[in-house]
């Protein structure tokens, strides 16, 4: 029931729902709204609700959802009582988003004007969210396992080694459009197998105690060189005096072993031989017998090669007798059933790493005991974040003497507890866990994370990584904190913030979805996995030029500039501009800039947002929605089958796209959402599917002529770019930021969050947009400072 209406108006029964028609002017039934239905709210939201809120919603929202009409499931009017609406706060949340966005009320209806939603905005915060703009809700505390990505860089900072380990590690889950979300971190048993497996893959490496095992490499029939004579590389069969040969790898010296598997025949009762020969190394001869299954072996001492080698099998001995009495003796013949080469084969252990010989100079002490004692403190210090109690120290040491007393030497004793770090919940979860509540009504007090904690916060957002020394250090003289600006600087100019790169534009931008694009060869024929790898490093240079050199983040909607390659250049048309493979910055012409220019002109964009065949405006106008303007069309309606595309104007010849699109829009229930994203990917449409530029599509000019969901008219790409960069920059800021935000805390943005994300876009915008800027903003804000804290108060 609409509020105030319940004393004036009448009831009438419609599908099943009281609804109530108001039969009096609406300030008129203002004035009771406080009697009775309000007696639950205090008096002021009632009577700012009553006097200022609902004659803007009447004005401008309850022809639509109000009055038994609920279009996008929103009725306004629904609950009984003033208190059971502002209760509702998942409507509220709807209506707050579709206010900022400017999504509603839709372009073609009266639109309240800037003093009236932000009048909205304001009272849903304080009367519905009851937001402390004072002492702001720094949101639940976030448990996070480290995913993948995180892991192998770990190992790196932590070891100095290129190991990837995580690599066999299941698939991360994702939430919110990001791996690193802890609701969806989960830990099996299988995992933690894997954990266990790559605390010994990593050991191995670090502290050597065995040889390294040999690498392998099989070859089979098929996999053969006819070198001599007519032998059958394909069955392996050597029915005459000739070689086979197979062509292998040396990328070490070492002792190398070829092992052939291999059957004959005997004629004149002698069996086959066969001549191994290894390419500038030995050669021997073998006699083979009838077993399948047996080995002949010969091995060599080869130095490192960047050729490929030959190994030649040889057959000597062949001997053909027709008048044999005996027909198993007629024919002596040699089948190779295989060759394995094995190798390099180490007798030893290879020489421990830098970082272990360092711990030795680091720690002279003069037992084993207390040395291991140092060394585990160290890595342990390192790898958990924080520094460790003597508790901590003791059942880590416990470790390496339990294992000294089961006879282990020193070094596999070490190892046994340092892999007892590398599976601990401290190096494989991050969080500040103790002390604090996911309860906001239970949350008494908010306070700043400890330094340590600041540490890990900082490196995993900019490097996906561990706190280097400086930061830990830092953190132990309660110095960070001061410093912020200086770190971040630091930071981002050191070269593990690719990792922003890698992980938050990859995954923002959904570019590693150009690995799995697949245009149709056959239509664009200059397709191929050389001009997709240049795809992706054009933007990922993009990215990481604007985040280093700390340009305007405007410039990711519209820039003079980009960074090309030969091969990207003349996929667009620029051959003369680059001259040879390497990629470099380069700076557009007025010709240039009307088709190129920000990253919605990128092939890698224009490519992972078109299907096989075509290019897809749906596809393409869904992307800039969600990715640049932070505005999701709803999912189609439940049930509804959608007709192909291509029924659309079945019969009609040579219809553009745009053409097909529009009458499949004629349809009421598609009509609402493609009218948000089919006009701004009409707008794209002169790029081909794999962003190439064109002017006609079945030999018709194209039409790029679009309005936008909140009324403005645009022409082309360019007209697209200069009305996101000037009059959306803000809707695009605060995408980013709430795109950035939730990478940052690992965690989704919440209706409590709203004063840090608006002081963010605040801060951001009056610094110049500039990248550097809106990082730190993102740190000095109360969500990443903050944690909550429980309640001391008695149970």
């Not at 390192?382 to 003497?401: H, V």
Request: hydrophobic share 35%.
């Amino acid at each position: 029931m609409r509020h105030g209406a319940g004393l004036h108006g009448r009831r009438i029964e419609s599908n099943g729902r009281t609804v109530v028609r108001r039969f009096f002017h609406f300030a008129y039934l203002m004035i009771p709204l406080t009697l009775g239905l309000a007696s639950c709210v205090p008096k002021s939201k009632s009577a700012d609700f009553a006097e200022t809120i609902e004659p803007i919603l009447a004005k401008y929202c309850y022809d639509c959802h109000a009055d038994g009409i609920d279009k996008g499931d929103i009725e306004l009017d629904q609950h009984l009582s003033l208190e059971e609406m502002m209760a509702d706060r998942g409507m509220w949340e709807g209506v707050y988003s579709n206010l900022d966005t400017r999504l509603m009320p839709p372009s073609d209806k009266k639109q309240p004007d800037d003093a009236e939603r932000a009048q909205v905005l304001a009272w849903i915060e304080d009367a519905v969210f009851q937001l402390n703009r004072k002492n702001p809700d720094p949101g639940k505390p976030v448990i996070r396992r480290l995913n993948r990505t995180e892991y192998n860089y770990a190992i790196r900072d932590l070891f100095g080694i290129s190991l990837q380990p995580a690599d066999k590690f299941p698939a991360d889950d994702t939430g919110y459009g990001f791996d690193n979300i802890g609701e969806v971190l989960s830990l099996s048993p299988t995992l933690f197998e894997k954990y266990i497996q790559a605390s010994e893959e990593v050991m191995d490496v670090v502290i050597p105690t065995q040889p390294v095992p040999p690498k392998s490499t099989l070859f089979n029939p098929g996999s053969f060189k006819k070198r001599k004579g007519n032998p059958d590389p394909d069955t392996g069969t050597m029915s005459s005096s000739g070689t086979l040969g197979i062509q292998f790898q040396t990328n070490q010296s070492g002792r190398y072993e070829f092992r052939i598997t291999a059957r004959g025949s005997r004629a004149k009762n002698e069996w086959p031989i066969i001549r191994a020969k290894v390419e500038n190394g030995p050669q021997k001869d073998l006699r083979v017998s009838s077993d399948r299954r047996k080995e002949y072996t010969v091995s060599a001492y080869l130095k490192h090669s960047q050729k490929p080698r030959w190994f030649d099998v040889s057959f000597i001995n062949d001997l053909y007798d027709p008048k044999a009495k005996d027909p198993s003796q007629r024919d002596r013949n040699v089948f190779i059933n295989r060759i394995e080469v094995v190798g390099p084969i180490e007798d030893k252990p290879p020489a421990p790493i830098k970082v272990y010989q360092d711990w030795l100079t680091r720690f002279p002490e003069k037992s084993d005991a207390a040395r291991a004692r140092k060394i585990l403190e160290h890595i342990a210090y390192r790898a958990w974040r924080r520094p460790l109690t003597d508790s901590d120290l003791d059942r880590l040491t416990g470790l390496y003497e339990a294992a000294r007393k089961d006879g282990q030497s020193f070094e596999e004793s070490l190892k046994l507890s340092i892999k007892g770090i590398l599976i601990s919940q401290r190096f494989l979860f991050r969080g500040e866990s103790e002390n604090v509540t996911s309860k906001p009504e239970d949350a008494a007090k908010y306070a700043f994370v400890d330094e340590y904690s600041l540490a890990s916060r900082l490196s995993f957002f900019l490097w996906s990584s561990i706190p280097d020394d400086e930061l830990l250090n830092l953190a132990g003289e309660g110095k960070l904190r001061s410093q912020l600006r200086t770190q971040v600087t630091r930071m981002l100019a050191d070269k593990r913030s690719l990792a922003l790169t890698d992980n938050f534009a990859g995954q923002w931008l959904q570019l590693r979805n150009i690995e799995i694009a697949s245009p149709d060869p056959k239509q664009f024929k200059s397709w191929n996995e050389s001009l997709k790898n240049s795809m992706r490093t054009e933007t990922e240079q993009f990215f990481t030029y604007i985040i280093r050199e700390n340009r305007p983040v405007l410039d990711f909607i519209d820039a003079d500039y980009s960074f090309l390659d030969q091969r990207m250049a003349d996929h667009y048309g620029m051959k003369d501009r680059v001259k040879d493979s390497r990629f470099q910055k380069v700076v557009f012409t007025e010709k240039d800039r009307s088709r190129r220019g920000g990253l919605l002109t990128h092939a890698s964009i224009l490519t992972i947002t078109s299907d096989a065949t075509r290019t897809s405006p749906v596809n393409r106008g869904n992307y800039v929605l969600e990715n640049i303007l932070g505005t999701i069309p709803p999912p189609p309606p439940e049930g509804l089958e959608i007709p192909p595309l291509e029924a659309a104007g079945k019969g009609q010849k040579n219809l553009t796209l745009r053409q097909q699109l529009e009458i499949h829009r004629e349809d009421k229930l598609c009509s609402s959402c493609h009218a948000r994203m089919d006009p701004i990917g009409f707008a794209m449409e002169n790029y081909d599917a794999f962003g190439k530029w064109r002017d006609q599509e079945h030999g018709q000019p194209i039409d790029t002529s679009g309005v936008l969901y909140t009324g403005e008219a645009f022409e082309g790409i360019t007209g697209l770019r200069a009305l996101l960069a000037e009059k959306k920059s803000e809707a695009f800021m605060k995408c980013l930021s709430e795109k950035l935000l939730t990478y940052a805390l690992g965690r989704g943005v919440e209706y409590y969050d709203k004063p840090a994300l608006n002081q963010i876009v605040k801060q951001t915008q009056e610094k110049g947009f500039r990248s550097h800027e809106l990082i730190t903003a993102i740190i000095e804000s109360v969500p990443f400072q903050k944690t909550r804290v429980v309640s001391t108060a008695a149970p």
